[in-house]
């Protein structure tokens, strides 16, 4: 069992930066693709980005294109989201999610087996 835990949500102001740090178990880790999505309340899961398993690959929702930067560091196990220039509309529970599999179909949550608990993050204006 693969078990998926983030860190680093919080608060910050409108234009902030903030880094999101997600581990996963799992000897093969290195061969998961990883990914974060978002949920805001009354709205339904947002892909955010996701990064192949090598790190070669990224993708990116088009609302965070050009502020978010996913990265990972597979001898840490670990997998990061720098956020910046952050926005109210940013405001939601982030989640890491790791699919062993490498679906292409990488902006779907359902391509993800392994879940974290999530993580808030709050943007004041």
């Known amino acids: 069992q693969v078990q998926v835990q983030e860190s680093g949500g919080g608060l910050v102001q409108t234009g902030g930066s903030l880094r999101l740090s997600c581990t996963a178990s799992g000897h093969t880790y290195s061969q998961y693709q990883m990914g974060w999505f978002r949920q805001a309340p009354g709205q339904e899961r947002e892909f955010v980005a996701a990064?192949?398993?090598?790190?070669?690959?990224?993708y990116y929702g088009d609302s965070v294109k050009g502020r978010f930067t996913i990265s990972r560091d597979n001898a840490k196990m670990t997998c990061y989201l720098q956020m910046n220039s952050l926005k109210p509309e940013d405001t939601a529970i982030y989640y890491c999610a790791a699919d062993p599999w490498g679906s292409t179909k990488n902006r779907d949550p359902n391509s993800y087996n392994y879940w974290g608990q999530g993580t808030q993050v709050t943007v004041s204006s």
């Open positions: 990064i192949s398993w090598a790190g070669a690959s990224t």
